[in-house]
């Protein structure tokens, strides 16, 4: 056995703990450790042999790490993160602000060549591995249309605004997409859809004490940008039942690209996407690229990738001819 | 406007039509002849205006074709059309034979590496973008179980071997994936499937005058290999209803990796096809990938190749940057 491809963690929420949990099922890969903004000593792994090291020391730790797996949100963390830790590391990561996409490849892509260090950014399934559908279809199929559907899934930033209205305690949001909508697309309409045709949202709220339902429900219905282009339900319920049904993170998704070639023939690619967890999921994705940056790196190469820069074979643990033995 | 790829077909059946339509859809390429075994004569392009050229004058042509998408079968073309092309042209082809892929690569790989030429062989959607999708299913999770399901479609071998039994004067054989096994599959189950679960056969046979239905019928049930493993159903049809109805060649299928994260959650990924033709979609993925190999090519790269190590940008016409704004 080649010697282990050694994976730093930076940021330990969800996602941080899904890429501990992913790494234990790739035997070819080991935890070098977690590194946190936090005070070390509060932060407590999933596996309690995680060594957790404070995140400003990173740079001591060069020698130790093949493959930093950046955990920290598009927002606030990885603008500042991404081109720092690519200056230093070979790095992984899920920035997913897609219009500010370009702006941050050229942060870190300038980062990274300086220091000799792949980094492959915006990891997971949106992007990720939607992105790589909507390419494919696109390619192949030249004459179409291609259409992305959400869900059923929890979005955080729709719960968030939920729970900013005045009057709610807490609250969830489920993205839906439309049933009607996908079969339409899926017979080879290329039908136009408008916002509300593609999606529904469903939002369980937890009142305040004394709070009215009525207004509370307008303020989410009445939101710009978040619900007011929707068809939105909103069900009351209590602080108990929210806990009880509503604390897993399942999401998924669709894309459809549907096409015709020759005279007339129809032709629909779907990938989709069913998740009980939608953090471990990308968690699962970026450790793949990890190995991908990893064995990049060992070419020689360096600067910033996408996945659409990314040879699928490099995900594999299996070696060339072995996949095209197994799996081809 | 940069030049135009310029693509050369070698054999003229129902892929080689395929790719001359879809040559038509890519604005960035040009076809720049058929090229064939047959008296070239006897041949008449979809489009009149592309010229037809005997196959065996094709050396002559070198200095006039960027990429060569051979069209030709995996039983008795390819295994000599393959390396003595590559050994002269970049090449793509659709090689099947799933079990002999190793020793094919390899005889590609040394002819296109001695021509200083791009090959990518086993291009289309099986083996191709369902390869592809079984690669990323267990990169991703790798625990977890993989399935390829078939259909609803036509299938050339069947058929072929319906049609040889005596008494049949025409036949097709469709095949049916199991709509049980699969919802089995999606929930995330990750069944033990035997092949009798998985897909099930459908025959349209007319039989020849004076031939015994019973007698045809249970020569194709108990066929081995092709029907005797499957639950099997034929349907005896007059020859009218057989070309009005079963002129066409639909495929699809579906690739399902179903998977365990974290402690117990069950992520589900899911790429499916529903074509209404069958060879017009492999040429179109043929042709994408004709891009992929000419960018290799001008990149000093030589040697055979699979999907598995095509990086999915080099598909599309867009460059890098556009791709990141437009489908990241």
Known sequence: MAEKIRIGIVGYGNLGRGVEAAIAQNTDMELV????????????????ATPVHALDGIARHQGEIDVLILCGGSKN??????????????TVDSYDTHARIPDYFAAVDKAAA????????????????????????EAILPDGA?????GKGLSQGHSDAVRRVPGVKAA???????QQAMERVRRGEQPALSTREKHTRECFVVLQEGADAATVEHAIKSMPDYFADYDTAVHFISEETLQRDHYAMPHGGFVIRSGKTGKASKQVMEYSLKLDSNPEFTSSVLVAYA???FRLRAQGQAGARTVFD???????????????????
């Open 33 to 48: 450790g977690v590194f946190t903004r936090r005070d070390p000593a509060g932060v407590s792994p999933m596996n309690a």
């Open 77 to 90: 963390d990885l603008p500042e993160q991404g081109p720092a830790l690519a200056a230093l590391f070979n």
């Open 114 to 137: 300086s220091g000799g260090n792949i980094a492959i950014i915006s990891v997971g399934w949106d992007p990720g591995l939607f992105s790589l559908n909507r390419l494919f279809g």
């Open 146 to 150: 291609t259409y992305t559907f959400w």
């Open 172 to 178: 969830v949001q489920y993205t839906i997409p439309a």
């Open 291 to 293: 190995r991908a940056a």
């Open 310 to 328: 990314i040879a699928p074979g490099l995900l594999s643990s299996k070696d060339p001819a072995q996949l095209r033995r197994e799996l081809l």
